[in-house]
C-alpha cells in the first residue's frame, strides 16, 4: 500500500508538472523536476502541513536552479533555441498528452526572453495564483522584488507577444494553404496567409542546417519557406508531409530520406490570429523532438 505521502504527492503531480514545464520549455527537464522534489519530500521528516505549497516551492526553486544553469548554456547555443517540441498525431484531443494544450510554442517563445528570476515570477503569479510572499520565498527576495519580476515579465511578454488567437480548426485551415501555397510557389497566395509581421524561428541545434537568426516579414517568410520546399528539400526521397499536433496547436511534421541515407524530420509549428499565420517554429534539432504515440 502507498504511504499517505507518496499519495498525497501523486496527487499534486500533474499540477506540479505544469507548473516546471512553464518554466522549463520542456516535458522532461519538467518531469525531471518534479521527480527531484518528490524525492526531497520522500526524505522529510517534519510534518508538511500544506504539501501542495511545500512542493510548489521546492519544484521551483529546482526550476530556478535549472534556468540559471540553462541560460550559460544557451549562450553558446548555435542559433536560434526553441523549445523542445513533443509531437502527438492529430487526431482525438482526448488521446493528448496531458500538458498539450496547456500551454502554447509561442507562449514560450516570448518566456524563453525573460530572466530566469522573472519566468519564475511570471509562472507562479500570473499563471498560478501564487501570492507574492511565497513567490519571495522561490526566489529568496522580498515580495516588492518579486512583484516587481513579475511586472517586468508581464510587460515584456505582452510586448513581445507573438499573436495567437485561433482556434484548432482555423489554424489546420491557415496552415493547409500556406503549406499548398509553398509547395506551387504561388508567392501571392501565400503572402495572403501571412501577417505583414509574420516572424518565423528555426532551431536546427548545430546539427541540421537552418537559419541562424530569426526572418521577419510576409515577403522574406514567403521567400524562404517558398525556397526551402521547392529546393532545398528537393533532393529528399520519400518526402512525407503529415499534420500533426504540438502543444494543442496545429502544425506539420516533414519526413524525408537525404542522399546519405540519414533521415530529416522537420516539425514547424504556427501562430495564428484572423486568417493569418504570426509565427512559424520550425524545430529541426533532432534531440529536441519527441515524437510521442507514433509507431
Not at 503531480?13 to 522534489?37: F, H, K, N, P
Not at 488521446?95 to 496547456?102: F, H, P
Not at 541545434?205 to 517558398?226: I, N, Q, Y
Request: contains cysteine; negative net charge.
Amino acid at each position: 500500500m502507498p504511504s499517505p505521502s507518496a499519495v498525497e504527492f501523486e496527487a499534486q503531480r500533474s499540477y506540479l508538472t505544469a507548473v516546471a514545464y512553464r518554466m522549463l520549455g520542456s516535458r522532461s527537464e519538467a518531469e525531471d523536476a518534479v521527480q527531484e522534489a518528490w524525492l526531497r519530500y520522500a526524505q522529510q521528516t517534519e510534518d508538511i502541513r500544506d504539501a501542495r505549497g511545500w512542493l510548489t516551492t521546492v519544484t521551483a526553486r529546482i526550476c530556478l536552479d535549472q534556468l540559471n544553469s540553462a541560460r550559460v548554456r544557451r549562450t553558446a547555443y548555435p542559433g536560434e533555441w526553441l523549445p523542445a517540441f513533443v509531437v502527438e498525431p492529430d487526431g482525438d484531443p482526448a488521446d493528448r498528452a496531458e500538458l498539450s494544450d496547456q500551454v502554447s510554442v509561442a507562449l514560450l517563445v516570448v518566456l524563453e526572453r525573460l530572466t530566469p528570476e522573472q519566468r519564475v515570477a511570471f509562472v507562479l503569479h500570473d499563471a498560478f495564483a501564487v501570492p507574492f510572499d511565497e513567490v519571495a520565498a522561490v526566489l529568496d527576495s522580498t515580495p516588492a522584488a518579486a512583484r516587481q519580476h513579475a511586472s517586468r515579465a508581464r510587460k515584456a511578454v505582452a510586448e513581445g507577444n507573438i499573436r495567437h488567437t485561433a482556434g484548432l480548426a482555423e489554424q489546420r485551415r491557415v496552415l493547409d494553404a500556406f503549406l499548398a501555397a509553398a509547395q506551387s510557389g504561388d508567392m501571392r497566395t501565400l503572402a495572403a496567409v501571412l501577417a505583414p509581421d509574420v516572424v518565423a524561428i528555426g532551431d536546427g541545434g548545430g546539427m541540421v542546417r537552418t537559419a541562424l537568426r530569426p526572418v521577419l516579414g510576409a515577403d522574406k517568410v514567403a521567400r524562404f519557406f517558398v525556397g526551402l520546399l521547392t529546393h532545398k528539400l528537393a533532393d529528399l526521397t520519400d518526402l512525407k508531409a503529415e499534420p500533426v499536433v504540438v502543444n494543442g496547436g496545429a502544425a506539420m511534421m516533414l519526413q524525408g530520406t537525404r542522399p546519405d541515407g540519414s533521415r530529416l524530420v522537420v516539425v514547424s509549428a504556427v501562430a495564428v490570429e484572423d486568417g493569418r499565420i504570426t509565427g512559424i517554429f520550425n524545430q529541426q534539432n533532432p534531440e529536441k523532438l519527441v515524437l510521442g504515440h507514433f509507431e
